[in-house]
């Protein structure tokens, strides 16, 4: 019989493998190909092509060109790797070349960027990672008004920074966005005669005129000057003159005088081409549209406005300006990358000598067996931007905890309301579409609760499709993952926390040392009523129980979830005890950090996602421990879209029948040497 049991099992783990192969290939063409493209990527690209910018050489024309064009960023710190963002998504949508971008960054910058190009996973598209402190005192010595500090500085280092073997570089700030191919830009170079090597744009402002303000004399520069936001580098050519040297005599010699920059680089590198004007290459304006405070429309905008090519944001406040009609057209190209879905740029319309045009089938949606589109969007890679916010929050205690935490945005006046009765650290993963990423920056930056909180990380794992599956097993392991506290709060966002969990929580645990395999349960609660009273303590909460307002959470509809807590020992308790773990048993537990065993994947939408992870901590030797006094209370909300599929569907209960197969199998073969499994089969 256990035999037969066992075949049967592996069978399924063959047929569970075997379908997630082939959805990694049908995701590609379901996603990003075919019919499915024609409804979503073809709007998101229209309303690009709808503004008057130039659009001829669309990432979605076909071309053959092998060019591998290099580019330069310097990306410092939780907003720019936001920003840049945008301006990467611009190139990619236009452009018909290889890229290969070197980022010189701050440890901040790298992790974010590494785990989000780790995770959108772009074809013909390198990146690369330069550390700045390894470089920093290049420029440390420079004394800089800008209020990009130190950064702003960096560019001046990259014949330091890149390998010898980099000849030429287009240097690009992380304010910019792209209304064409940045392989047009490249071709420039073959324009540069045998002096120049370095192209730029004039400054489109009176800045190096002096006549801005009286009494105010400006670094030296030919003419207006020019702006360093986009930069054509000759690499090799600057080497054979000495650059590093060139520029650091200049600025020693100008500093005598001016004392500090006031726009970093540019005041450097201008004052060195004064000097030595035959470096100096002038590249058509339209390539760098500068939106300063002092831009001068009448110097590029009027007479190019249909041929803007890249689109320079010196200054924030412009992109939300909707009342000038003279940028209304750039803000539209701005909130359309920031919003357009990045997905859509993983497969671009490049071929070369050494490459065939990808061809994929397209499916039509009656074709689409249910089971097979979960088990294609548990295989999906899925881009993540972590610490998507500025987050600062250092924990200095072993008895720390972080609420770990899950949501798409429509719960965010949920999410909200936790925040407000939970003053720890916050670990969260935000399931949305590029759109709605920036819902959550204006969300955040209008709540009176979330506004001024730095110890709340949002984490955004972006939808491949508007119709993607909630990955929430993928969501808990990447706000796991960035948890900084030793141990962490596994939790649901429609719950809020008893007033002073938090201190509760910390107190408790440096009051009472348990085994590292503890695993502390919170009991839940739920309300019959949507407005409801927040009880302050486990006596009120009791009378509000015998008044019938709370009642265990899922009493009623699901009570082995939360049986195994013994609710009614719970209410006469003044200390902690230990339980065992029963069928089906999903508690909200905290536990330590460290070899904390991660959520299985496989689970998506709605079922088992949590009790598989319960029952792995149960087989991992966990103990199970119910704390004698906090608390947490389920908000209602209407069901989920994932609980009614699993309600109506059988093919969506069928293929999670098939997952729980599989992972028996991964446990039994993970455990089964120190683990007695058989009650898990029973």
Known sequence: MRKNHKHKILISICIFVFIATICR????????????????????????????????????????????????????????????????KSLLFYRTSKLHVHFIVNG????????????????HFVVSFYQASDFIDEVSWIPNKHYSGVY???????????????????????????????TEIWRYFDKFDENEAIGLVENQSDWYLGTLWENYTPWPAIG??????????????????????????????DLKHFLSTALADQDIINSVLSHNASLLHVLPCYWNLQLSDHMRMDLCYKQHKHEVKVIHWNTR??????????????????????ELNGA???????????????????????????????????????????????????????????IIVHLTIDRLTVFEAMCKHWEGPISAAFFTTDAEAQTLVDFVKLSPVLMDRTNIGYHIVYKNSNHAVYPINLLRNVALKQSVTDHVFLYDVDFVPMPGLFTYLTSYLAEHTKSPKTAYIVPAFESFWYKFKMPQTKS????????????????????????????????????????????????????KKQNLPLYDQAFIGFGWNKISHIIELDAAGYQFVVLPFGFIIHIPHAPSVDLSKFRSSPSYRECLNIAKEAFFEKLRSKYHKTTDLSKYFT
Not at 108 to 121: E, K
Not at 328 to 335: P, Q
Not at 378 to 393: K, N, Q
């Open 25 to 88: 290939f049908y995701v590609k063409s379901r996603l990003f190909n075919g019919n499915y493209q024609n409804k979503e990527a073809i709007v998101q690209r229209n309303k690009i092509r709808h503004v008057p910018i130039n659009t001829e050489t669309a990432a979605y024309t076909a071309r053959k060109d092998c060019t591998t064009v290099h580019i330069c960023i310097v990306c410092a710190g939780y907003t720019a790797s936001r920003q840049v963002v945008t301006l990467i």
């Open 108 to 123: 901040v910058s790298r992790t974010i960027l590494r785990n989000l190009f780790q995770t959108w996973d772009i074809p």
């Open 152 to 182: 702003g500085l960096m560019k001046l280092t990259i014949l330091t920074v890149l390998p010898t073997n980099v000849g030429k570089i287009i240097v690009l700030d992380t304010d910019l966005i792209f209304a064409h191919d940045v």
């Open 224 to 253: 207006r000057g020019f702006n360093t936001g986009l930069i054509l580098l000759d690499c090799m050519k600057l080497r054979a003159i000495g650059w590093q040297s060139k520029w650091k005599e200049v600025a020693q010699t």
């Open 317 to 338: 406040r412009k992109q939300n300006n909707r009342h000038d009609e003279n940028i209304k057209s750039l803000t539209d190209v701005f909130r359309t990358f920031t």
């Open 344 to 402: 859509f740029l993983r497969h671009p319309r490049i071929t070369c000598s050494t490459d065939d045009p990808e061809i994929y089938q397209s499916l039509d949606d009656t074709d689409f067996d249910m089971c097979l589109d979960l088990i294609s969007s548990a295989a999906s890679l899925h881009r993540t931007h972590i610490f998507y916010l500025p987050f600062d929050y250092h924990s200095n205690s072993a008895t720390d905890v972080s």
């Open 540 to 591: 009120v909460l009791h009378k509000q129980i015998g008044r019938g307002v709370f009642t265990s959470f899922r009493s009623y509809m699901w009570p082995q979830g939360h049986a195994a807590t013994n609710f009614s020992r719970w209410k006469t308790t003044k200390e902690a005890y230990p339980v065992q773990w029963e069928t089906n048993f999903e508690p909200y537990v905290v536990v």
